[in-house]
């Protein structure tokens, strides 16, 4: 696990997985506070097998990243953009 302070005191924190890649980011989170599926402040982050990011989930809502055939991304659909799916 990984923190610093922010500007106002309070820390930010990010766990990784077992390859080192970022699962979940707490934001404003206090010292000695779980960063975990109970602290509210968070932001979730699912990889494939491939090691890519395909959906991040957080309070400022969710998103699903699209991959081609060639492994490029092709499109990063958001809620804001009017997605919806389950």
């Given at each position: 696990m990984h923190q610093a302070p922010t500007p106002a005191g309070n820390y930010e924190k990010m766990v990784c997985?077992?390859?080192e890649r970022q699962a979940v980011y707490?934001?404003?989170i206090?010292?000695?506070t779980a960063c975990d599926g109970s602290y509210?402040?968070?932001t979730v982050y699912h990889d494939d097998a491939?090691?890519?990011r395909v959906r991040r989930k957080g309070v400022g809502g969710e998103a699903l990243f699209v991959y081609d055939g060639m492994g490029e991304l092709a499109a990063n659909l958001t809620e804001a953009d009017g997605a919806a799916w389950e």
């Open positions: 997985d077992g390859e707490c934001y404003g206090a010292v000695g509210a402040n968070k491939a090691g890519r």
